[in-house]
């Protein structure tokens, strides 16, 4: 049984920093491709960044050079470094597995970026 579980949302105010985890259990860690989306009430859940079996990242253009998306495969853990952080980053914040052709979701972890 795949199961992800996210922590570290938190308020924080505009221009601070946030470190999400995301831990993973009953894959082969190695082999996923493990993400993070948010989402925010009333819009479409969107891609905030990824990084694939091989260790390749991507990111949503809008969020180059302020998040990182980084993985220990001995914790079978990834995360997400959120810096420079401004309100319109408010969202509740998912990890995404893809692993053997089926995606796997986290409950979400709230980040809330306001004065």
């Known amino acids: 049984q795949v199961q992800l579980v996210e922590s570290g949302g938190d308020l924080v105010q505009p221009g601070g920093s946030l470190r999400l985890s995301c831990a993973a259990s009953?894959?082969?860690?190695?082999?996923?491709?493990m993400g993070w989306y948010r989402q925010v009430p009333g819009k479409q859940r969107e891609l905030v960044a990824v990084i694939t079996s091989g260790g390749t990242t991507n990111y949503a253009d809008s969020l180059k050079g302020r998040f990182t998306i980084s993985r220990d495969i001995g914790k079978n853990t990834v995360y997400l470094q959120m810096n420079s952080l401004k309100p319109e980053d408010t969202a509740v914040y998912y990890c995404?597995?893809?692993?053997?052709?089926?995606?796997?979701w986290g409950q979400g972890t709230q980040v809330t970026v306001s004065s």
């Open positions: 995404n597995c893809q692993y053997y052709l089926r995606n796997y």
């Open positions: 009953g894959i082969i860690f190695s082999t996923a491709a």
